[in-house]
């Protein structure tokens, strides 16, 4: 039988893995009200279980990356699916708060040592010209966990009971498990001296693209947290409306995302970057004024598009400027998008929210888009 060639498999590996994680992220959304109700949950405990998660991630990122970057790639990620398929098991049997809450912050401990390694071991196999195209399909791949998550939820906790989507996240789980235990590569090559943190944020290209993540994960904790009352407000539209126009843009995003990896390959990353920038200030401020609901969903669209141009040459950006330290040590500079990713998910609704209610949403978003046009400003003069 022939064998994957190892950029194939690194690609086939964290592609499944970034799709499993995701995919099991959001199959507790839907359930959330069915929780709320069993175990009398107020509003603080339900965001708590939330942002253990957050808090998991932030924490376990640096100490995730020392050891990617030290160790080798396999070990972390194995680890990591080891932890994510015990977690997935407590949420199926679990009938106590604190146990969710502990299920959900060893998920996002899992999480980190998924996502770091798996972006690194991209970034080992693949040179900066095909890089951009290989970490937007990874992407693409996560994102169809977000889309598909919920409504596989919804669909098996209704038809087979409250611990069915668990059991079947088990054994996606066990799926996960055999790509990595079967398509990794057992022996790990030399990497180079490990780039210092201070080294890495020292570099301008750096700094430049982690702003970048913390913008546009910020746009959509933004959109998340003060679109749908709008939408439910002004236009009327049920859950099940607001849903599609999410929907539209998450679909539209995974579509994009390797689309917009492979730009950057060929024209450069800081161009992609700006046409995102430059598409949000314009599309953003939109989403509050259209009449009709058909023109919300061809906005969002836009929006997942957009966000595919400002996030997608992050990584590849972040990993070429390793490369050119004489270095591979990849997950340290992960680290540090994945910080920035964190950041702007909290911070986000927290501008959002005082903006809106000091000055409205539209005028809120008008701002927001403001803020991505003047972040155009720091890339004059970078070269990526």
Not at 7 to 34: E, G, I, W
Not at 199 to 204: D, S
Not at 229 to 256: E, N, Q, V
Request: charged share 10%; glycine share 10%.
């Amino acid at each position: 039988m022939r064998r994957l060639a190892p950029s194939t498999a690194a690609l086939l590996v964290t592609a499944l893995a970034f799709h499993v994680d995701m995919l099991l992220y959001y199959l507790l959304v839907p359930l959330l009200p069915r929780y709320a109700r069993a175990l009398d949950l107020n509003p603080m405990q339900v965001g708590i279980l939330f942002g253990s998660y957050a808090v998991a991630l932030l924490l376990a990122t640096f100490p995730v990356a020392v050891l990617t970057d030290r160790y080798g790639r396999r070990t972390p990620m194995l680890w990591g699916l080891a932890g994510l398929g015990v977690t997935t098991l407590v949420f199926a049997v679990s009938t106590h708060y604190w146990l969710l809450v502990v299920a959900r912050f060893l998920q996002g401990a899992a999480g980190a040592a998924t996502w770091l390694p798996g972006m690194a071991l991209l970034a080992d196999h693949f040179p900066s010209e095909s890089r951009g195209k290989a970490m937007g399909t990874a992407f693409a791949a996560a994102n169809l966990g977000v889309l598909i998550g919920p409504p596989l939820s919804g669909f098996l906790d209704q038809h087979a009971g409250p611990s069915a989507p668990f059991l079947v996240g088990a054994a996606l789980v066990a799926l996960d498990a055999a790509g990595r235990a079967f398509l990794l590569p057992a022996g790990e090559t030399e990497r180079g001296e490990r780039l210092p943190f201070r080294q890495l944020l020292a570099n301008p290209v750096v700094r430049l693209f982690a702003g970048a993540m913390a913008m546009g994960s910020g746009l959509w904790a933004l959109l998340e947290s003060t679109l749908p009352l709008d939408l439910d407000a002004r236009l009327g539209l049920s859950a099940a409306g607001i849903g599609l126009c999410f929907a539209a843009s998450a679909l539209t995003h995974t579509l994009t995302s390797p689309l917009m990896g492979r730009l950057s390959d060929r024209i450069g990353r800081v161009k992609v970057l700006r046409m995102g920038l430059v598409l949000v200030c314009v599309l953003l401020p939109l989403a509050v004024v259209m009449p009709r609901p058909w023109m919300v969903v061809l906005v969002m669209m836009g929006l997942g598009s957009a966000a595919s141009f400002v996030m997608s040459p992050c990584s590849p950006a972040v990993a070429d400027q390793v490369e050119r330290e004489g270095s591979q040590s990849f997950a340290s500079a992960f680290s540090i998008l994945n910080l920035a990713y964190s950041v702007g998910l909290m911070a986000g609704p927290l501008v959002g929210g005082a903006l809106v209610q000091a000055l409205g949403l539209r005028v809120a978003l008008a701002l927001s888009a403001l803020a991505f046009a003047a972040f155009l400003l720091p890339t004059r003069g970078i070269r990526a």
